[in-house]
């Protein structure tokens, strides 16, 4: 399970998939709520992620996760 962090495109993307991406986070981690930046948009920091997770979110056009090594 890699850490990642989760960016988004545009401020657009980011109000289009925001719940999208809490749900897709909650329903791999138990967690609704992780570390996220003020920034617009902002960067979420939910930790690890098993690689399900990771391609879920990528499937969400204008998300993008990195994942930290």
């Known amino acids: 399970m ?5 960016r988004y495109e545009s401020i657009e993307a980011w109000e ?3 719940d999208a991406v809490r ?7 138990g967690r ?3 570390p ?7 960067i979420g920091l939910p930790g ?7 391609e879920e979110l ?3 056009k ?3 996760v990195d994942i930290i090594h």
């Open 32 to 34: 609704e709520f992780y």
């Open 16 to 18: 289009q998939h925001r």
């Open 36 to 42: 996220e930046t003020k920034s617009l948009p902002p």
């Open 23 to 29: 749900q897709i986070i909650a329903k791999h981690t």
């Open 48 to 54: 690890d992620l098993h690689p399900p997770a990771i």
């Open 62 to 64: 204008g998300v993008i």
């Open 2 to 6: 890699p850490p990642v962090t989760i």
């Open 58 to 60: 990528k499937a969400l």
